[in-house]
């Protein structure tokens, strides 16, 4: 069979059996960008990322080796490794290769788990699905630091990879490890642990070189020079971050490679090396300039424009310049420029002059540049209560966070996607606590979830932590809100369609809001005729509430209004029932309990809580319309 060319698709699945392709259609619906090869047997009803193969799976795999970056074989570990070993070359080029046994219980991370990102794909499989993930790389058995992702997610680029195995094994078996950085960010080491005890960091070059470790990684922007290549050891691992901002000024019409010519001039003159340039910064009069972008889209930087008048606030440090001022209206571009987007206030190479067609000026971004956060902190709702009804959003929030904080209970709703979390669960009352905490924790660079039952903006955390943050400085983490399914609308669903019209939801707490509050929202929504929803009906130390409420109802609806009652919606011991305002009480209500109550048009069908939109007034439901449609 001829695999298609997979476009803008990253992930191919393959399945062998019955089972296997209904995990793989699962998995092709979590997972963007893949498409499911299955047998054709098995493939009832084709779909547009479903591709049937006739018999042995093993020239899909053969040619979806060389087209993908991922695949997924949903079958067992042996088979997978007779398919894939005949393909394989080498890490830097081997696809990253997942098993995952058809019942779904294991996600294996089986080829190319670091630099492929077998490990990574492994591990969002099972919290999608719920598996075991088996990672065996050292590294990530030995919490040590793993050489050839180190600052992946920064976009660090390692300068030579001929001492990745001999650096990898002194860091696995324990040996004295030393790192030297002198740029680039800090929090490259993500784990919630500390270093481990054989490695050392310091911070002079010339210590680094006195220690003489068996093995070392230096994190910097700068060419050593040659006494300092000389001193160190062979093994010795080189990280390029992308801390450096070039600020560049040009002539109209100046070809690529005049430009290239004055970079990297400047770079060698000064020890710098141009794999650690993040970026170009200009004026925006030269979003057109053809030999800029060229240069740009050779080397695949980003170039970030500045107006004439920001660039003119700037205090640069060279002598202004007459024809600049003339030409596009500001003494400086390209130290200005550089200034600006760095966020710095000085640079490392002022104005070099080349040629009298292009100006050059570096500067380099700080450790706590402000566009390099701290943290962040994800709010996320879990929805009702089943892993099934998890979001794909959440799951992946949970996934990347480094801390899960939220309620015991709601912790323990969702224990299968927390394997290898800092946990931090507390009681009822603790919130301000659980939320302080997280805001702590994302302050210190920390990537925390904290979760909330249903939605987390519907009596959840994420009011809260406004709160708590109104009069705090935002700048120094990133914060997202994740919606959740929310308790009313899991409710709802299970009660048939009791709020498909207007409706409001009213918490019975009285412990942040007075009960004469509660009792006046009671009153106007009754009386407005609205589908109440009610949250916290009752606890073991607020019972009174409840039957005051239905009382306030009871003024205004009769006896006979449906009424909804849900318990541990989609979680164990759930129970659904539908009855009225009069034998409501017949019935056990607690702080799990979610109450619908109808409004006046609200009715009972075969087991269905059924509120009217409004059709029925409008159409003839049972022929044709009553009214003419318009256009």
């Not at 990102?117 to 790389?137: D, E, Y």
């Not at 590294?139 to 660090?156: C, H, N, P, R, Y």
């Not at 949970?398 to 323990?412: A, N, W």
């Not at 979760?451 to 700048?475: N, R």
Request: glycine letters at 8%.
């Amino acid at each position: 069979m001829k695999v298609d060319s997979p476009a803008k698709k990253d992930i191919a699945i393959v399945a062998i059996t019955r089972k296997g392709a209904a995990l793989g259609r699962r998995l092709n619906l979590l997972l963007p960008h893949s498409r499911l090869y299955l047998p054709k047997k098995f493939a009832a009803k084709p779909k547009p990322d479903e591709h049937p193969f006739p018999s042995a799976a093993k020239e899909v795999v053969r040619e979806a080796f060389s087209r993908y970056r991922y695949l997924v074989l949903i079958m067992a570990v042996g088979i997978a490794v007779r398919l894939v070993a005949p393909e394989l070359s080498n890490k830097r080029k081997d696809p990253g290769v997942v098993v995952v046994d058809d019942s779904g219980s294991f996600s294996v991370s089986l080829l190319s788990g670091h630099v492929g990102g077998a490990n990574q794909l492994a591990g969002k499989i099972a919290s999608l699905i719920g598996a075991q993930p088996v990672i065996t790389t050292a590294s990530e058995v030995s919490q040590t630091i793993a050489v050839d992702l180190l600052g992946k997610e920064f976009g660090w680029e390692l300068n030579d990879n001929r001492s990745v195995t001999t650096v990898s094994a002194a860091l696995v078996n324990g040996e004295p490890v030393g790192i030297y950085q002198d740029a680039g960010e800090k929090n490259w080491w993500s784990k919630t642990k500390p270093l481990p005890d054989n490695v050392r960091i310091f911070t002079t070059i010339e210590a680094f070189i006195r220690a003489n470790f068996q093995a070392g990684l230096i994190i910097t922007d700068r060419i050593l020079d040659n006494k300092h290549r000389a001193l160190l050891q062979h093994h010795t691992m080189t990280y390029r971050p992308r801390s450096l901002v070039v600020g560049i000024g040009c002539n109209r019409g100046t070809p690529c490679s005049e430009i290239k010519e004055a970079v990297i001039r400047v770079f060698s003159e000064h020890d710098l090396s141009i794999k650690s340039i993040k970026n170009l910064a200009t004026i925006s009069l030269k979003r057109n300039e053809t030999g800029l972008l060229k240069f740009a889209r050779k080397y695949s930087l980003p170039i970030e424009y500045f107006d004439k008048e920001a660039l003119c606030k700037v205090n640069f440090p060279s002598s202004p310049s007459a024809a600049a001022l003339r030409n596009v209206g500001t003494p400086a571009v390209c130290e200005s420029a550089a200034l600006l987007s760095s966020g710095g206030d000085s640079l490392i190479v002022p104005k070099v002059s080349h040629k009298r067609a292009v100006t050059v000026a570096v500067a380099r971004l700080g450790f706590n540049d402000k566009r390099d956060k701290g943290g962040k902190l994800f709010l996320v709702g879990i929805g009702p209560g089943s892993l099934e009804h998890i979001t794909f959003k959440a799951k992946e929030a949970i996934d990347c966070s480094e801390v899960v904080i939220g309620y015991k209970t709601y912790i323990k709703l969702i224990e299968p996607y927390l394997r290898q979390k800092e946990v931090i669960a507390t009681g009822m009352g603790a919130e301000i606590e659980r939320v302080k905490k997280a805001i702590s924790l994302a302050r210190k660079g920390k990537i925390v979830s904290l979760v909330s039952s249903g939605d987390t903006g519907i009596y959840g955390m994420a009011g809260l932590v406004g709160e708590i943050l109104s009069q705090q400085p935002l700048d120094d983490f990133d914060i997202e809100v994740i919606p959740g399914i929310p308790l009313l609308a899991a409710g709802a669903a299970l009660l048939g369609a009791p709020i498909s019209g207007d409706f409001v939801t009213i918490s019975l707490s009285d412990y942040l809001v007075s009960w004469k509050e509660i009792s006046r929202r009671l009153r106007l929504a009754a009386q407005g005729n609205f589908v109440i929803v009610i949250y916290n009906p009752k606890s073991k130390s607020r019972q009174h509430q409840l039957t005051k409420a239905r009382e306030i109802i009871l003024q205004h609806r009769p006896p006979s209004t449906p009424v909804g009652i849900v318990t541990n919606a989609y979680r164990r011991k759930q129970e659904v029932v539908i009855t009225d305002l009069e034998h409501m009480f017949d019935y056990e209500i607690g702080m799990n309990t979610t109450i619908i109550i109808g409004n006046s048009a609200t009715f009972t069908l075969a087991g269905w809580m059924v509120t009217p939109r409004g059709y029925r007034i409008k159409y003839d439901l049972a022929g044709e319309s009553t009214q003419e449609y318009r256009t």
